[in-house]
């Protein structure tokens, strides 16, 4: 077993931390109050890379390994989980999604821009009523011939208003239950496709989370992914991965909290001593710092088993699980260490506890990875 990083990761975690400290944390409390999403940020994340890591060049890509992208979203969460919210999809779920199982000339149309950054994706598996009940698929796509015709709602969706190129989920064939799912490639713009408003949220309030709306949009029929009857597993296989993302995303929300409550621990005084001088904070500290490096360790294996072909469907479900239970409890502890401070904006722990919270919830509730979790132990 190797722990260590190699040259490449350290400089690109090094990289992200630059840009991260240099380029979001400036303006991130603003873009949170007014739920901006950071459009020049993407094109200058775009620009190192960020949006196609783990692509081929040939497509445009990083051509970097998982264990990048995992060093990458961790950075930019520290500082700004709405940002890497966006960065998360774009890679783990569209652009991933377009290179394992696209054609070529997918590829060529859709992947080439995305990796750049030129477009931005969305991933459109959730439903009003098809949430963890994910094959309850309520939005159809039928068959026509030539093409598709696509209607329902799609809900939740992240980009989902800014997105050039939006991957649907949705049930070609009801009597085949999960293997009657599809998945096609909507464009921003296609007639009949419709972007309801924005949600109002507790956390990632720069992220940009809207319902979809398909009325009879008509899709070509080259635009489906895979296999008729694929999408159900392509969206199982895509989330795999993805969920590497997520729990990276906590491990980063979880160390940038950390990182805050120990500079404000060393420095706010009480009772004649720095408070970090109080065992019961310098307690609260060693449980962090234990437990985040366990989450680390969790990420970490998920990517490696994903670069070395293993089967990651698990892995990546424990590092999930357990990253984002420690986010959102240490999050709340690093609130609880600033005392009075932690409860307002400027220091920014009250912003990566609300961030934390959404970890537990998309991707896969923290339950649905127990699920995984457990049916693989059971192999029920
Ligand atoms: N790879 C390939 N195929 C898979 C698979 C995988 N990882 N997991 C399941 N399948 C297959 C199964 O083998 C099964 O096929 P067979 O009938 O041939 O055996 C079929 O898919 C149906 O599987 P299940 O019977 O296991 O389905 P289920 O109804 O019990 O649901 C579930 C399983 C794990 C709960 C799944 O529905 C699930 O993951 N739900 C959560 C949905 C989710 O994560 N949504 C996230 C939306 S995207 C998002 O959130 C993005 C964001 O925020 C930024
Ligand atoms: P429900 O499925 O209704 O679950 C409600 C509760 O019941 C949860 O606690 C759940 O864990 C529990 N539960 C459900 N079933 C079981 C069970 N079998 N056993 C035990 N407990 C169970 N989706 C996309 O497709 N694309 C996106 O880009 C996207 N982005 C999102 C961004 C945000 C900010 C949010 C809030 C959501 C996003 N989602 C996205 C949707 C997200 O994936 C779903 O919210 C999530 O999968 C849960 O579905 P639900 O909200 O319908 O909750």
Redesign the pocket.
């Known amino acids: 077993m190797d722990f260590n990083l190699t040259e490449e990761h350290i400089m690109i975690r090094d990289a992200a931390r630059d840009f991260a400290q240099n380029e979001l944390l400036p303006g991130v409390i603003e873009r949170d109050e007014q739920q901006h999403f950071p459009e020049a940020l993407v094109k200058k994340m775009a620009a190192l890379g960020f949006m196609g890591v783990m692509v081929a060049p040939e497509y445009g890509g990083s051509g970097m390994d998982t264990v990048s992208y995992v060093l990458i979203m961790e950075e930019l969460s520290k500082v700004d989980a709405s940002a890497s919210v966006i960065v998360s ?1 774009n890679n783990s779920l569209v652009c991933y999604g377009l290179e394992a199982f696209g054609t070529e000339a997918q590829k060529q149309k859709y992947l080439t821009k995305l990796a750049t950054g030129e477009f931005v994706g ?5 439903e009003p009523e098809a ?3 994910a094959t309850s698929q309520k939005t159809t796509a039928i068959d026509k011939g030539d093409h598709y015709l696509i209607n329902g709602t ?1 809900n ?4 989902g208003g800014r997105a050039d190129v939006y991957l649907v989920v949705a049930q070609t064939d009801r009597d085949k239950g999960s293997h009657g799912i599809n998945v096609f490639i909507v464009e921003k713009g296609m007639e009949g496709f419709h972007v309801g408003p924005k ?1 109002n ?1 507790l956390g ?1 309030r720069g ?1 940009d ?1 809207h319902t979809l709306q398909f009325n009879d949009v008509k899709v070509p029929k080259e635009n489906r992914i895979g296999e008729d009857g694929f999408g159900f597993s392509f969206a199982m296989k895509t989330l795999s991965g993805g969920r590497i993302g997520i729990a990276a995303q906590a491990l980063g929300i979880a160390q940038g909290a950390y990182e805050l409550a120990l500079e404000y621990a060393n420095q706010r005084k009480a009772f004649g001593k720095v408070i970090s001088q109080h065992q019961i904070i310098a307690f609260k500290l060693a449980d962090m710092y234990t437990e985040i490096s366990a989450a680390r360790h969790m990420v970490m294996k998920a990517a490696w088993d994903k670069d070395q072909n293993l089967n990651y469907d698990v892995s990546s479900a424990m590092a999930k699980l357990y990253a984002s239970k420690v986010a959102m409890v240490h999050t709340v502890e690093a609130v609880q260490i600033f005392g009075g401070n932690g409860f307002v904006k400027e220091y920014h722990v009250e912003r990566l506890m609300r961030d934390a919270k ?1 970890t537990q ?8 990875q127990k ?1 995984v979790i457990s049916r693989s132990i059971l192999k029920v």
Do not use: H, P, Q, R
Not at 156 to 159: A, L, S, V, Y
């Open positions: 999809v969305a991933f459109c598996l959730s949430g963890s009940d799609k939740w969706i992240t980009n949600e949220k990632i992220s989370t959404i919830i998309y991707e896969g509730t923290s339950e649905i699920i």
